[in-house]
């Protein structure tokens, strides 16, 4: 399974950017999409999941700004991100899990935001 993330960037505080992630190989139909992150100094950490069905999860620190979804008939996760602040600055993972089979991480894409 291989994951490919595309949208990261600089931008400013306040502003927006949307993250993709396109996984391809052999996709069990079960799976869950998520959206990690790991800022410099810091763990890894959630940002937001969302099952095979569509039903989301977020991290407390961005409910209300992100918005995560998922396009099934193209295995792609999606992950609207608005009204950024510095804080978000960090290397975002994206990451497929299959229940029981295991999980597998793409290699990140950088988003900066400059106060």
């Known amino acids: 399974v291989q994951l490919v993330e595309s949208g990261g960037g600089l931008v400013q505080a306040g502003e927006s950017l949307r993250l993709s992630c396109a996984a391809s190989g052999r996709i069990f139909t079960t799976n869950v999409m998520g959206w990690y992150r790991q800022a410099p100094g810091k763990g890894r950490e959630l940002v937001a999941r969302i099952n095979f069905d569509g039903s989301p999860d977020y991290a407390d620190s961005v409910k209300g700004r992100f918005t995560i979804s998922r396009d099934n008939a193209k295995n792609t996760v999606y992950l609207q991100m608005n009204s950024l602040k510095p804080e978000d600055t960090a290397v975002y993972y994206c990451?497929?899990?299959?229940?029981?089979?295991?999980?597998?991480w793409g290699e990140g894409t950088l988003v900066t935001v400059s106060s």
């Open positions: 990451n497929i899990e299959f229940t029981g089979y295991g999980n597998y």
